[in-house]
């Protein structure tokens, strides 16, 4: 075997998924091998970042509502965890503000509070002149406007790069690492496929023909988890792309602060949101769309930018006297279900020993990460909260032919 690292845990994939999880596998002592070609440029790269479970609740998601709660929950300490100060982040717990423009618009949100109201969130409607009043940018021409004080948001790049940097501080020596570039934040190769040592999963073959050795391996390179070769036999990984584009504008200085809340808005039926960044920025997005544009590229869609201009000038006239700095797609990984696959891989007498999957984080991972790390955080202990175990990532795995346990059994291997 050509040239072989070795680390306690190798994690596939340094998106805020993988990101989280090997700073959370530091956190518990572990060494890490971070692998990935180019950290945090795919969906993490274009996320909006925003940290919306009661926003983003849907019919029938109850499961996932449950996980999005538990991970707003963890989001201060999480936040507070870094090396850097909370700000360093971006991470801001400023209310939501959701509006309508028409009066179609006003009855699907208010529909949608009805289910937010049963699930037991908090939304409260304001008057738009009290919205005006808090955003005195906002159209006067919205048709309503409800206040939701649990959804909040993060810069997801700036989060990157502080998880990233405090990895590079925490590695606690160059072996642990793949690669050697970056700033001393080694992260230089793709991950081929799992490596295997009779039952057990006993690392990663890289695409230099490296391999990492490792008593645990976390897959958590989002969509490009189900190409790895070596995957336990019969395992699917359904994750598909859903495309988003999304805008960055600069706001001239005479019209700072655009806006000083996340504004999430229905266009005649179409969501889009603008969400305000510290650093005198916005960011509009996002279209979803399962048609790339183009095999192998994060093309931008023509009519996607023009939608989302047009629908956040609706909302906020003064958005045409934006600069625009960028208009980025990327792909979610989306599921069947919309939630993660997540956990370990069950076996007939217990559960297959040192992998761990994370991925199909769809339109939730930013929100997601912090109890994605623990959870990952709580198998690499033994200590799994059988609450998560709903989200394994084989329930899509027929032809693996069994029962899944729903707890972990006695004598697990973890
Ligand atoms: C337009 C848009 C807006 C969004 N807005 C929000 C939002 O507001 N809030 C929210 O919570 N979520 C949002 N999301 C969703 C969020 O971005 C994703 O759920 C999240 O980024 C998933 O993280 P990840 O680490 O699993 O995947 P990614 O960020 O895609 O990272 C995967 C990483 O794996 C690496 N990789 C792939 N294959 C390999 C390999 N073979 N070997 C090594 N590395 C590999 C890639 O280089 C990449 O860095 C948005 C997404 C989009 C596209």
């Known amino acids: 075997m050509a040239e072989a690292i070795h680390a306690d845990v190798a994690v596939i994939g340094g998106g805020v998924i993988g990101l989280g999880i090997a700073h959370e596998a530091r956190r518990l002592g572990r060494s890490v091998a971070l692998i990935d070609p180019a950290p945090a440029t795919g969906a993490t790269f ?10 983003e609740l849907h019919y029938q998601e109850e499961d996932l ?8 929950k963890l989001w201060p300490s999480f936040a ?33 509070r009805t289910v937010q109201l049963a699930a037991g969130l908090g939304v409260e409607p304001l008057s738009v002149r009290t919205a005006r009043e ?5 159209s006067p021409q919205i048709s309503c406007a409800f206040e939701i004080p649990a959804d909040h948001q993060v810069d997801p790049r700036k989060l990157a790069g502080c998880l990233m940097a ?28 799992l490596l295997w040592d009779g039952r057990r999963v006993a690392g990663v073959e890289l695409g230099s023909g490296k391999s990492v050795l490792a008593g645990e391996t976390v897959v958590a390179n989002g969509l490009g988890a189900p190409a790895l070769a070596g995957l336990p036999e019969g395992l699917e990984l359904p994750v598909r792309p859903v ?25 005649r039926g179409v969501p889009v949101y603008i969400v305000p960044r510290d650093d005198g920025t916005v960011v509009i997005g996002a279209t979803q769309r399962e048609d790339g544009l183009s095999a192998t590229s994060n093309a931008v869609s023509a009519g996607g930018v023009y939608q989302l201009l047009r629908d956040a000038q609706v909302l906020v006239p003064a958005v045409a006297e934006l600069e625009l700095l960028e208009a980025t797609a990327r792909a979610r990984p989306g599921t069947p279900d919309n939630a993660p696959l997540l956990g370990r891989v069950a076996e007939p007498d217990g559960y297959l020993a040192g992998l761990i999957v994370a991925t199909g984080f769809f339109r939730h991972g930013v929100l997601l990460t912090p109890v994605a790390a623990r ?31 729903m707890e972990v059994p006695t004598g697990a291997h973890q």
């Open 46 to 55: 274009a996320a909006a970042g925003m940290l919306a479970p009661v926003s």
């Open 65 to 72: 509502l449950g996980l999005m709660l538990e991970s707003s």
């Open 80 to 112: 507070g965890g870094l090396r850097q100060a909370v700000e360093a982040t971006g991470y801001r717990t400023t209310p939501t503000l959701a509006v309508g423009a028409d009066a179609a618009d006003r009855r699907a949100l208010a529909d949608l």
């Open 134 to 138: 808090r955003e005195p940018l906002l």
């Open 166 to 193: 405090g990895l590079a501080a925490h590695s606690p020596g160059a072996d642990t690492w793949v690669g050697g570039a970056r700033d001393g934040f080694a992260v230089a190769d793709s991950a081929h496929g």
């Open 243 to 267: 495309y988003g584009d999304i805008l960055r504008l600069r706001v001239p200085a005479h019209l700072r602060p655009l806006l000083t809340a996340t504004v999430r808005g229905m266009v």
């Open 375 to 405: 959870i990952v955080g709580e198998l690499l202990t033994g200590s799994p909260d059988s609450r998560w175990s709903i989200f394994r990532p084989d329930r899509f795995s027929a032809s693996r032919g069994q029962p899944w346990p």
